[in-house]
């Protein structure tokens, strides 16, 4: 069964204080790894899209890694406005030609002034 | 404007009762997603839909249904066969061919 968790669950930042989001993964045939914020009653929000391993984004204060078994968002400097809701979700086959997401709980990220 | 639009916000049934929960994009998306979202869990796929005319079961159907009449439109319908609807519910939608899904703002859904 295709697994995503993240961790830690929930974390606490000091502003200017950088840190880094972690999602593992278990699936039979990655087809890609995104990272959603989201913010309390909203939708989520499209951060990056990684698909190989060894792959990088970044945007603005926010850098996204990728491994063969895991993804981290690393957070540089956060500000207050970085807190959100992070969510992983991994791209793989459904059956056919079809895919679908799987995502992970989540990780309530709280940047203190 | 372009983007997704759900609507209501909110909405508040009570048991036994069927609603229907609105999502429309004007992105000229090709398919279309129905998620439900509940505190502590990851969010699960309902049904989607990649063409018109066309939708598929995703990991928890049971007790909605949904239709695809046109390319812009995928309403969800919360019937009250569903033991447990109370929950953030979230349209998404992409181009066909294309990996990334985009989201719309919600409904909340309460059964009273």
């Known amino acids: 069964e295709d697994q995503v968790t993240q961790s830690p669950e929930a974390l606490r930042l000091q502003e200017g204080e950088s840190s880094s989001l972690n999602c593992s993964y278990t699936v039979s045939g990655l087809r890609g790894l995104f990272w959603y914020r989201q913010d309390p009653g909203k939708g989520p929000e499209f951060l990056f899209t990684?698909?190989?391993a060894g792959e990088e984004k970044e945007k603005e204060r926010l850098k996204a890694t990728l491994t063969k078994k895991e993804s981290f968002l690393h957070i540089t400097a956060p500000k207050p406005e970085d807190s959100a809701t992070y969510l992983c979700a991994v791209r793989v086959i459904s059956g056919g030609s079809n895919y679908k997401l799987t995502f992970g709980k989540g990780t309530l990220l709280t940047v203190n002034p | 404007d372009g983007g997704i639009t759900q609507s209501p916000k909110y909405l508040f049934r009570k048991e036994g009762q069927n609603v229907t929960l609105s999502c429309e994009q004007n992105?000229?998306?090709?398919?279309m997603y129905w998620y439900r979202q509940d505190p502590g869990q990851g969010l699960r796929l309902i049904y989607y839909?990649?063409?018109?005319?066309?939708?598929q079961k995703g990991d928890i159907a049971e007790g909605y249904s949904v239709s695809r009449e046109k390319k812009e439109s995928f309403p969800l319908t919360v019937t009250s066969a569903q033991k447990n609807p109370t929950a953030f519910y979230l349209c998404?939608?992409?181009?066909?061919?294309?990996?990334?899904?985009?989201f719309g703002p919600g409904t909340r859904l309460t059964v009273l």
């Open positions: 998404a939608s992409k181009w066909a061919g294309a990996d990334t899904q985009y």
């Open positions: 839909s990649q063409i018109v005319n066309d939708f």
């Open positions: 990684l698909y190989s």
């Open positions: 992105l000229n998306h090709d398919a």
